[in-house]
């Protein structure tokens, strides 16, 4: 069989500890025998981000503008704990913070749902993509402890001298303070980033704020929907036959409970952060979501949401037997090859993508999984496999799948 060819590169963002140990396996054995891959290699490993005090990780997302996908393998966010480890000349950032700043993008979570591993929430059938505001509010706040009796107020100063002030409250006694913030522009980002992704998927878009209690805040973004999408978006809505449905968070929540997923659930920061884990783990597993970043411009990130698992990477260097579910970092290349097969026009890499996915959920649902699975699937005696037979029984039913024709 001759190989697939490719016209333009995915830039390839190589990562750390577990996960940089899959990377490689994955590439080995299910994609370089089958695709002439072209990618633009960025070595994210923390000890390179180090050396090139973290110039790879801007490099690799200016590339990443220049050629529109990119695939990322999990990377570590140093701590205290990692500056000792790795000797570090300072801390450097989340890579994951820096490519989402130079990208202004928002990051898209969603569960991979297959047989045998089934959500606590029993009528949920379809995905629920989860669509998080990646800038301001309580990230960006600032906080007093009010030591005592006084006043506190919100003062904005205009470039021009105009002040506008409104009074928080006349403490009596001591409390706490906290101011934040968000920009129109990054609302319309996130806005955009969000029914670009629903016509690209075809789903509707659910989104919700607390715009009742905060009139101006939460409204502002209410507002920004409204008008983007009445202005750009309700057309091309109507054409692909999704919606775009505004409600109150406290009914999304109500109202995601009972749905049967299918659609994007838009969130503001802190709503994001915390409603993406609930759902991740009431679909099973972390290892089984994906992650895509997608800039407003239409440049496209992909990578798993977990970590670089740590303590099976740790198990891995003292020799022992690991079973790493490798599904999310596989899902990550698939994704990232189908994009590129869609923008070159390249059929037979999107076709790729859609077999090497069919033939990683037949794996599990054929019940040869990995551990973190096995522990809660519902098919009966699974075969737990380690990470590398794993993937190698993946590429065993690839294989099956790509002499099919
Ligand atoms: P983690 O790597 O996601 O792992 C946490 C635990 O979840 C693991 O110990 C493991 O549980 C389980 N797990 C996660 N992914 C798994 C997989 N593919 N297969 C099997 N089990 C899996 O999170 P962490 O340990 O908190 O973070 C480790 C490093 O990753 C940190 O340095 C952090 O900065 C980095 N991180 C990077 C990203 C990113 O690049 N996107 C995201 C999050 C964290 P058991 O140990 O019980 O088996
Ligand atoms: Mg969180």
Redesign the pocket.
């Known amino acids: 069989m001759d190989k697939i060819k490719m016209t333009t590169p995915l830039v390839e963002m190589d990562?750390?500890?577990m996960?940089r140990i899959l990377w490689k396996m994955i590439k080995d054995e299910l994609l370089l025998p089958f695709i002439d891959l072209k990618t633009e290699y960025y070595d994210l490993g923390l000890e390179y981000r180090n050396e090139t005090n973290d110039q790879v990780t801007f490099d690799s997302a200016e590339a990443t503008k220049k050629y529109g996908v990119a695939v990322?393998c999990?990377?570590?966010?140093p701590n205290a704990a990692?500056m000792t480890e790795y000797n570090l000349k300072e801390m450097w950032k989340?890579?994951?913070g820096t490519i989402r700043a130079a990208l202004d993008g928002t990051v898209f979570r969603a569960p991979i749902v297959v047989k045998g591993i089934e959500p606590c929430v029993k009528n949920w059938v379809k995905p629920i993509t989860l669509a998080r505001h990646a800038y301001g509010d309580v990230y960006k706040n600032s906080e007093i402890r009010v030591p005592g009796a006084g006043r506190a107020e919100l003062v904005f100063t205009g470039e021009d001298g105009t002040e506008v002030r409104e009074t928080i409250h006349e403490f009596k006694g001591p409390g706490v303070i906290q101011g934040m913030h968000n920009l129109d522009s990054s609302i319309e980002s996130f806005a955009r980033a969000c029914f670009n992704y629903a016509l690209d998927t075809k789903q509707s878009v659910w989104f919700a704020t607390k715009d009742t209690i905060s009139k101006k805040y939460d409204h502002r973004f209410k507002d920004i929907f409204q008008e983007i999408y009445d202005a750009e978006y309700d057309e091309k809505f109507k054409a692909a036959g999704i919606e775009y449905f505004y409600t109150l968070i406290d009914d999304a929540v109500a109202r995601v409970m009972k749905a049967e997923g299918g659609f994007i659930w838009a969130c503001k920061n802190y709503d994001g952060d915390v409603m993406s884990d609930m759902v991740s783990s009431a679909f099973g597993s972390?290892?089984m979501m994906t992650?895509v970043l997608v800039s407003p411009s239409g440049v496209y990130e992909y990578?798993?949401?977990?970590?670089?698992?740590?303590?099976?990477y740790y198990k891995h260097l003292k020799g022992e037997e690991t079973?790493?579910?490798?599904v999310?970092?596989i899902f990550a290349w698939t994704g990232a090859l189908r994009k590129r097969g869609e923008l070159d026009n390249i059929p037979e890499l999107m076709e790729f993508a859609d077999k090497l996915e069919k033939a990683t959920l037949e794996t599990i649902e054929s019940g040869k999984m990995?551990?973190?699975l096995a522990l809660i699937t519902t098919i009966e005696n699974p075969t737990v496999l380690n990470s590398e037979n794993f993937i190698k029984e993946i590429r065993k039913n690839l294989e099956e799948r790509l002499n099919e024709k």
């Open positions: 990562g750390d500890e996960t990322k999990a990377t570590i966010t990692r989340s890579p994951n972390l290892a992650s990578e798993a949401a977990h970590g670089t698992v740590q303590r099976h079973s790493t579910n490798s999310a970092t990995t551990k973190d």
